[in-house]
């Protein structure tokens, strides 16, 4: 099931759980040792997929200028059954419904590139690393 909720929406087990996961992947599986909780989640929107073992997916769309999507994360044992996808086509409706002709600002892996690009992101800078790991900056505007 899917859930889309503001900070004060999220209860404490389920913010620990988003914490949790993504610590073990950001910081633990990619070996980066960065600030993972970095406030910005107060001011955020939380997309995520809970199923029987937790959560599988999510991703935050942070409400400060620029907006942006990150933290797409989804967990290990279900990457490549097509939850990825599912997860950005939520986070999609979301910003096509309440951000209507404003630039949406994406920090991705380089190699998530074509993966963003199909759901319109454009690459809008080079290769650089971030924390040793190869990121690009993205944007995405629906002016339909």
């Not at 993972?36 to 409400?63: F, P, W």
């Amino acid at each position: 099931m899917w859930h889309v909720k503001a900070f004060d929406e999220l209860d404490l087990v389920t913010l620990e759980e988003i914490y949790r996961l993504r610590v073990s992947v950001f910081v633990v599986e990619q070996e980066s040792a960065y600030q993972e909780i970095d406030g910005k989640d107060m001011r955020s929107t939380h997309i995520y997929r809970q199923a029987e073992g937790g959560i599988t997916a999510y991703l935050r769309i942070v409400h400060e200028a620029p907006v942006s999507i990150g933290r797409v994360i989804v967990r290990k044992d279900v990457r490549g059954t097509g939850v990825g996808r599912a997860l950005m086509r939520q986070a999609m409706n979301y910003v096509d419904a309440y951000y209507r002709d404003t630039l949406i600002y994406l920090h991705g892996q380089s190699h998530l590139e074509e993966y963003y690009q199909s759901f319109g992101f454009k690459t809008v800078s080079d290769v650089h690393l971030e924390d040793g790991i190869p990121h690009l900056h993205m944007e995405y505007k629906n002016d339909d």
